[in-house]
């Protein structure tokens, strides 16, 4: 049995849950329940309203529509008819038929629906107030949904808009259904997916597809073991000419079962399919009236549980499985997305799972998928080494799964380019210790790439499986084409552990500034205390004399002043800079170790002395002399001024100073002021190197406020 995994839910609207409320406030099941009870007041969800644009969103209706609470529709409501079935799953006037077959699949695995479906949720007299809640995956978060219970519902059909339950007075479904629209915006963004988005919404586990145009000969081992696994497993017509013998193309079906069954001439292999609509079997060989089932014992016939009903469950030959249906997708559960405990391993081993949250940033890290172009390196990079084969592998190699994972796309509406082109490749590293953090263009154009994506796909979730010999691997994560922007969950999954990392640089301030174009002091200055022996006789008499017409009586000048006088003095120099006052207090809080808010001459001399080391950092990349610098460039040009930046806090600084992806002088000296500010502050409370410190709020708003 697998250890029960605390992970942490998300109420709706929280920071950093990738939801957001109208009133900026996250919702509380447990709160907003209360408040109901003691009012006796029934739950009006305000984030999710009843009206058309909910359902439709700017597409005309296909039909009318009400919303109605349960007991408005039938005299007795429950939540759930004694225990979760997957005829309570019945597809309506939306085409998620993708979703329910994954609802529907779920139901197989009742602990696993348990993690989805909150326990204790009624229609009993003093525990309903409207009121449901669901926990979904998103994104690498799991999501406390808050839902009322007013459902869309057809007069003219006298039924529920969309799913129902084969049960009547059963909502579990529909309520749940409308939780899944809330997370996506709306009934509309559910219109047209693929069952492994689904899968990993309901699981948190990695999703894998195989098309079956070109089947693996152990097509049918690969499925008996997913399903002892308690893999989650979906199939789809997708050729249109294939919609034949009771099937339908464009159609999402369950992978419910799978075994052998002894006939005359041997065993014939057979692959149990559910269908969401609660209706609509396969007729062919073996259906539930073929005579072929006269072959097969009464005895197996009753294992089996055949019923020759229209419930929408059937049996097919894997033959013509393999001839009709064009994919399966499967989804491979993670326990450490799990919100609950999972029972019933079938294996005691579990994968080795490491998982990332990056972006592709125009600019900066959104280099595309053309590796003969020197962008392709400034996509985000992570490392992966193999220590050991596989048990019992003899080839000596290891099993690697990469999935790639687009976060917030599916929005409000599907639409044809909701999903990016994304794709990776993996590199071979063979000196992990001392190659160059992150690779560069020169390096992978050396190495060797030793596998990649099968496809550049637009779709959420691109996955492919790996054998590789033990050693170091860059997994590199891309879009089709460059600058575009997109945030991505990165997940690997091995057999035995392994080391996973981001490979990239740790920010750090690489050279004192006296030590900057090769002009090195004798002696360590300590942080904040660069420039500390320069003397009032070694200060050029000109920036004497322009600091003391703008100082105060008390010899010193405070951010507004030092704009003033920074603009005098890039005058006197040839090349006026105009700096806006954020920027200057900024440079106030860098030089000023006393914190009174001014800087002396001495001080500002040791500014200056910085400023001119920037602008030369700046023009050495700036070669057209247009005053501007790519964001792709930022990064070289800080390292040239002295900082070591990463991924994250080169988005962050071209979120800040960044335009159009360009960088002025001005911002990019406000950007090298604020870096070396940060990391003087931090160094200052790390001065072991431990990378971790613990600072209290008082400390933290203190300095960080003034920098």
């Given at each position: 049995?697998?250890?029960?995994?605390?992970?942490?839910?998300?109420?709706?609207?929280?920071?950093?849950?990738?939801?957001?409320?109208?009133?900026?406030?996250?919702?509380?099941?447990?709160?907003?329940?209360?408040?109901?009870?003691?009012?006796?007041?029934?739950?009006?969800?305000?984030?999710?309203?009843?009206?058309?644009?909910?359902?439709?969103?700017?597409?005309?209706?296909?039909?009318?529509?009400?919303?109605?609470?349960?007991?408005?529709?039938?005299?007795?409501?429950?939540?759930?008819?004694e225990t979760f079935s997957r005829f309570d799953v019945r597809q309506g006037g939306v085409g998620n038929c993708?979703?329910?077959?994954?609802?529907?699949?779920?139901?197989?695995?009742?602990?696993?629906?348990?993690?989805?479906?909150?326990?204790?949720?009624?229609?009993?007299?003093?525990?309903?107030?409207?009121?449901?809640?669901?926990?979904?995956?998103?994104?690498?978060?799991?999501?406390?949904?808050?839902?009322?219970?007013?459902?869309p519902y057809r007069e003219d059909r006298e039924t529920l808009a969309f799913v129902t339950s084969s049960a009547?007075?059963?909502?579990?479904?529909?309520?749940?259904?409308?939780?899944?629209?809330?997370?996506?915006?709306?009934?509309?963004?559910?219109?047209?997916?693929?069952?492994?988005?689904?899968?990993?919404?309901?699981?948190?586990?990695?999703?894998?597809?195989?098309?079956?145009?070109?089947?693996?000969?152990?097509?049918?081992?690969?499925?008996?073991?997913?399903?002892?696994?308690?893999?989650?497993?979906?199939?789809?017509?997708?050729?249109?000419?294939?919609?034949?013998?009771?099937?339908?193309?464009?159609?999402?079906?369950?992978?419910?079962?799978?075994?052998?069954?002894?006939?005359?001439?041997?065993?014939?292999?057979?692959?149990?399919?559910?269908?969401?609509?609660?209706?609509?079997?396969?007729?062919?060989?073996?259906?539930?009236?073929?005579?072929?089932?006269?072959?097969?014992?009464?005895?197996?016939?009753?294992?089996?549980?055949?019923?020759?009903?229209?419930?929408?469950?059937?049996?097919?030959?894997?033959?013509?499985?393999?001839?009709?249906?064009?994919?399966?997708?499967?989804?491979?559960?993670?326990?450490?997305?799990?919100?609950?405990?999972?029972?019933?391993?079938?294996?005691?081993?579990?994968?080795?799972?490491?998982?990332?949250?990056?972006?592709?940033?125009?600019?900066?890290?959104?280099?595309?998928?053309?590796?003969?172009?020197?962008?392709?390196?400034?996509?985000?990079?992570?490392?992966?080494?193999?220590?050991?084969?596989?048990?019992?592998?003899?080839?000596?190699?290891?099993?690697?799964?990469?999935?790639?994972?687009?976060?917030?796309?599916?929005?409000?509406?599907?639409?044809?380019?909701?999903?990016?082109?994304?794709?990776?490749?993996?590199?071979?590293?063979?000196?992990?210790?001392?190659?160059?953090?992150?690779?560069?263009?020169?390096?992978?154009?050396?190495?060797?790439?030793?596998?990649?994506?099968?496809?550049?796909?637009?779709?959420?979730?691109?996955?492919?499986?790996?054998?590789?010999?033990?050693?170091?691997?860059?997994?590199?994560?891309?879009?089709?084409?460059?600058?575009?922007?997109?945030?991505?969950?990165?997940?690997?999954?091995?057999?035995?552990?392994?080391?996973?990392?981001?490979?990239?640089?740790?920010?750090?301030?690489?050279?004192?500034?006296?030590?900057?174009?090769?002009?090195?002091?004798?002696?360590?200055?300590?942080?904040?205390?660069?420039?500390?022996?320069?003397?009032?006789?070694?200060?050029?008499?000109?920036?004497?004399?322009?600091?003391?017409?703008?100082?105060?009586?008390?010899?010193?000048?405070?951010?507004?002043?030092?704009?003033?006088?920074?603009?005098?003095?890039?005058?006197?120099?040839?090349?006026?800079?105009?700096?806006?006052?954020?920027?200057?207090?900024?440079?106030?809080?860098?030089?000023?170790?006393?914190?009174?808010?001014?800087?002396?001459?001495?001080?500002?001399?040791?500014?200056?002395?910085?400023?001119?080391?920037?602008?030369?950092?700046?023009?050495?990349?700036?070669?057209?002399?247009?005053?501007?610098?790519?964001?792709?460039?930022?990064?070289?040009?800080?390292?040239?001024?002295?900082?070591?930046?990463?991924?994250?806090?080169?988005?962050?600084?071209?979120?800040?100073?960044?335009?159009?992806?360009?960088?002025?002088?001005?911002?990019?000296?406000?950007?090298?002021?604020?870096?070396?500010?940060?990391?003087?502050?931090?160094?200052?409370?790390?001065?072991?190197?431990?990378?971790?410190?613990?600072?209290?709020?008082?400390?933290?708003?203190?300095?960080?406020?003034?920098?």
């Amino acid at each position: 049995m697998a250890e029960k995994t605390k992970e942490k839910i998300y109420k709706f609207g929280e920071r950093f849950s990738g939801t957001k409320t109208k009133t900026g406030e996250p919702q509380d099941y447990e709160a907003l329940l209360k408040r109901c009870l003691e009012r006796q007041e029934l739950f009006e969800d305000h984030e999710f309203p009843c009206v058309r644009e909910t359902v439709w969103g700017i597409k005309e209706p296909e039909f009318e529509i009400v919303w109605k609470r349960p007991w408005e529709i039938c005299e007795s409501p429950e939540f759930l008819n004694e225990t979760f079935s997957r005829f309570d799953v019945r597809q309506g006037g939306v085409g998620n038929c993708w979703m329910l077959a994954s609802m529907a699949t779920l139901t197989l695995h009742q602990d696993l629906l348990k993690n989805v479906v909150p326990e204790g949720q009624s229609f009993e007299k003093d525990k309903y107030a409207g009121i449901f809640h669901f926990y979904l995956w998103k994104a690498n978060r799991w999501i406390d949904i808050v839902v009322d219970d007013r459902l869309p519902y057809r007069e003219d059909r006298e039924t529920l808009a969309f799913v129902t339950s084969s049960a009547s007075n059963e909502f579990w479904s529909a309520l749940l259904e409308k939780a899944y629209a809330k997370l996506h915006g709306g009934y509309a963004a559910l219109d047209g997916g693929s069952g492994n988005e689904a899968l990993g919404t309901f699981t948190g586990g990695l999703t894998e597809q195989l098309f079956l145009e070109r089947p693996p000969k152990n097509l049918f081992q690969i499925i008996h073991k997913a399903l002892e696994r308690k893999s989650l497993i979906t199939c789809s017509i997708i050729k249109s000419e294939k919609g034949e013998e009771g099937l339908y193309a464009f159609h999402e079906y369950s992978v419910t079962g799978a075994t052998q069954v002894p006939v005359e001439d041997g065993q014939e292999r057979l692959i149990r399919i559910r269908n969401p609509w609660g209706n609509g079997e396969w007729s062919g060989a073996w259906s539930d009236g073929s005579k072929m089932w006269a072959k097969v014992s009464d005895e197996k016939r009753q294992e089996l549980g055949l019923v020759v009903e229209d419930d929408g469950e059937f049996w097919i030959s894997e033959e013509d499985f393999v001839k009709y249906f064009d994919m399966l997708d499967f989804c491979h559960l993670d326990p450490g997305s799990m919100t609950g405990e999972l029972k019933e391993s079938a294996s005691e081993k579990q994968w080795e799972v490491a998982k990332f949250e990056g972006s592709w940033v125009p600019g900066t890290s959104a280099g595309g998928a053309d590796e003969n172009s020197e962008k392709f390196a400034t996509n985000p990079q992570y490392m992966v080494t193999l220590h050991e084969p596989d048990d019992e592998d003899e080839d000596g190699e290891c099993t690697v799964i990469v999935a790639l994972v687009q976060k917030n796309r599916r929005v409000f509406q599907a639409h044809d380019e909701m999903w990016l082109h994304i794709a990776f490749s993996v590199f071979e590293v063979e000196d992990p210790d001392n190659c160059p953090a992150p690779l560069t263009y020169e390096y992978l154009s050396d190495y060797r790439q030793v596998g990649q994506s099968q496809r550049i796909d637009a779709t959420r979730e691109n996955t492919c499986r790996f054998r590789l010999l033990p050693g170091t691997f860059c997994v590199i994560p891309c879009t089709e084409e460059a600058d575009q922007a997109g945030d991505f969950l990165l997940r690997i999954f091995t057999e035995k552990k392994c080391r996973c990392r981001e490979h990239d640089e740790t920010p750090a301030i690489i050279t004192k500034p006296d030590e900057v174009n090769g002009d090195e002091k004798d002696g360590d200055a300590k942080d904040g205390e660069y420039g500390g022996d320069d003397s009032e006789e070694e200060i050029d008499q000109s920036l004497k004399d322009a600091f003391n017409e703008v100082a105060s009586e008390d010899g010193t000048v405070c951010c507004s002043t030092l704009k003033t006088l920074l603009k005098n003095v890039s005058e006197r120099d040839g090349g006026p800079l105009d700096f806006s006052l954020d920027i200057c207090r900024s440079m106030v809080a860098l030089i000023d170790d006393d914190y009174t808010g001014t800087l002396t001459l001495e001080e500002f001399a040791v500014l200056h002395k910085h400023i001119k080391q920037w602008k030369e950092a700046f023009e050495s990349y700036d070669k057209d002399f247009t005053g501007y610098l790519s964001t792709y460039e930022l990064r070289n040009a800080l390292r040239s001024a002295g900082y070591v930046v990463n991924q994250h806090v080169l988005k962050a600084l071209v979120l800040r100073y960044g335009h159009d992806r360009k960088i002025s002088l001005e911002d990019f000296i406000g950007c090298a002021v604020k870096l070396m500010c940060m990391i003087d502050i931090y160094d200052t409370w790390d001065p072991e190197n431990e990378n971790a410190v613990t600072v209290s709020r008082n400390e933290w708003l203190r300095y960080t406020m003034y920098c």
